[in-house]
Structure formats: structure tokens, C-alpha cells
């Protein structure tokens, strides 16, 4: 799709650009779906560039054609940041030789998101680690804004209810609101239905570490009715040597997996 054919929201790409992470949010079978995610903004708007490792990811969300993406977490970003849920319709491109992603959205990656520069920030690093660069780039168009508070702590939690619509109703649609340590609800509260109710916390400045936790269950309008609760909450330990090799080394080959995956689709064949 051109560029002119969609209507630009430059406050909302500036409050995108200027985020470190953000939460995408969408409704798969009436219940929702949420990913951390890094923001950013191409020449045709705001794209999601996920590695190939989320293969999965990146065509659920095209497959279900709206997404609610989340800025609820302050810290870190820049002047422009400010906390909003943004409605936008997806649109997927798989870049598996990572031609677009390496020229037009890489150095926006490398300056805001440390963990990329292992294995990207230079010529050698792309080379050894070219795994890293194709990408399936996640295209927003973007809707409506709509308002959210921002977390102002670890005990805070991002809520996202599917709702209960159906079709092309507000159920297609999820809501998001972030609750205080107490539980309430900082705004209008999303009406009931299935929902997920999400804590993160990540080490600052190298962000390194980025804990993710949530709860399952259905909001009834006023409380969490809890179904599944997190094995564990909190910020991951500090890794040790052995711990980040295995790390990257699972990476890669989750990156690789997808990418063989998605060219033996291309080419029609079936089966490993």
C-alpha cells in the first residue's frame, strides 16, 4: 500500500519512536493475545520487525487484521513518549533476506534497543550473525488513539479484555487499561470478558533481562476472575556465561527454524 493511501498520525509515530518497548495486543478465537514488542517507524508508518523466531506471532497478528499496540512503560523513552493505546489494522511483509529491514529500520533498532547491538552493530557482526537480520515486518495502520495511563512501577499491570462482541463489533477489538498495585483500574474500566492481565519489569540501561509475567481469566468489569496465575514473577536473575551462550544459541536456531519454514512454504514444499 503507498504511503498516500494511508492517513498519517505524526503525534502518534512520534510518541512510537521515542518508546523503548510497547505491548501488542489481539484477539485470536475470543480470547486475547499479547507480545512485547519494540516500535518502530517506517517510511509507510509504524512497524512491528520481528525476528523469524516469531513466526507465529507475526501471521496470528496479520491473520487477525486489528491490533491494540500498548505504551504503558515509562521508563527510558523519550521527550515525544506519552502513554496511549493505539487501534491499528495489521498488514504483513516477510523480508527473509532482510534487505528492507537492514536499510530502512535497522539503525532505528541498534539506537534503542541495546540487546540488538550484539549481533548487528557492525559489518562482521551482520555477517556472523545473519539470522538476525531477515524479518517479518508487521505493518500498522494506524486508526485511533485512545487513552491509557502509564505504569509507575514494577506493581503495576497492563489489563487487555477481547470483549465480547463478535464479527466486526467491539469485540473484534480488544480494550487495555493499566491497574495500580490495589488492582483498580487507573480510567475506565474495559467492559467484561476474557483477559489477561500482564506484569513486565527489564533491566535498565542494557536491557538485558526482560521479565514477563500475567495472569489468564475473565474480567468481569470491576475484578480479575483468575484461571491460570505465573509460574513465577519478577526480573530473570543476572545470566552467567553459559546461561547467555545457551541463550544465543537457542535464538539462532529459532531464528533459522522459522526462516527454512517460511522459504519452504514460498517454494511449495511440505513436510520438515
Known amino acids: 500500500m503507498p504511503p498516500d493511501a494511508v492517513r498519517r498520525h505524526p503525534d502518534v509515530e512520534a510518541a512510537l519512536r521515542a518508546a523503548v518497548v510497547a505491548d501488542v495486543a489481539w484477539t485470536v478465537e475470543g480470547r486475547p493475545r499479547l507480545h512485547g514488542v519494540l516500535p518502530l517507524v517506517g517510511p509507510d508508518g509504524p512497524v512491528l520487525a520481528l525476528p523469524f523466531s516469531e513466526l ?7 491473520a ?22 493505539v487501534r491499528a489494522r495489521t498488514r504483513l511483509h516477510e523480508d527473509p533476506d532482510g534487505d528492507v529491514f537492514t536499510a530502512i529500520l535497522l ?11 550484539l549481533l548487528a552493530d557492525s559489518v562482521l557482526l551482520r555477517r556472523e550473525h545473519w539470522w538476525w537480520l531477515p524479518r517479518l515486518l508487521v505493518h500498522l495502520e494506524v486508526l485511533e488513539e485512545r487513552p491509557l495511563a502509564a505504569r ?28 495500580g498495585p490495589t488492582g483498580a483500574v487507573r480510567g475506565a474500566a474495559p467492559a467484561p470478558g476474557p483477559a489477561v ?9 542494557d536491557l538485558e533481562r ?32 553459559l546461561s547467555r551462550w545457551r541463550r544465543h544459541r537457542a535464538l539462532e536456531r529459532s531464528c533459522r527454524a522459522g526462516l527454512a519454514a ?3 512454504e514460498a517454494a511449495g514444499v511440505t513436510g520438515p
Open 197 to 205: 492481565l500482564l506484569g513486565q519489569e527489564l533491566s535498565w540501561p
Open 262 to 264: 517460511a522459504r519452504r
Open 64 to 85: 487477525a487484521g486489528r491490533a491494540l499496540v500498548c505504551l504503558s512503560e515509562p521508563e527510558g523513552v523519550g521527550r515525544s513518549w506519552r502513554p496511549l493505546a
Open 107 to 117: 539503525e532505528q533498532e541498534l539506537l534503542r534497543w541495546p540487546p540488538s547491538r
Open 210 to 241: 526482560w521479565g514477563r509475567w500475567s495472569w489468564q481469566g475473565r474480567w468481569d468489569g470491576e475484578a480479575l476472575q483468575v484461571e491460570q496465575a505465573p509460574e513465577s514473577t519478577g526480573l530473570p536473575p543476572v545470566p552467567g556465561l
Open 56 to 62: 507465529a506471532t507475526a501471521r496470528s497478528l496479520a
Open 152 to 179: 509507575e512501577g514494577p506493581d503495576d499491570h497492563l489489563l487487555v479484555v477481547a470483549g465480547d462482541g463478535a464479527g466486526d463489533g467491539a469485540g473484534d477489538w480488544p480494550e487495555a487499561a493499566v491497574t
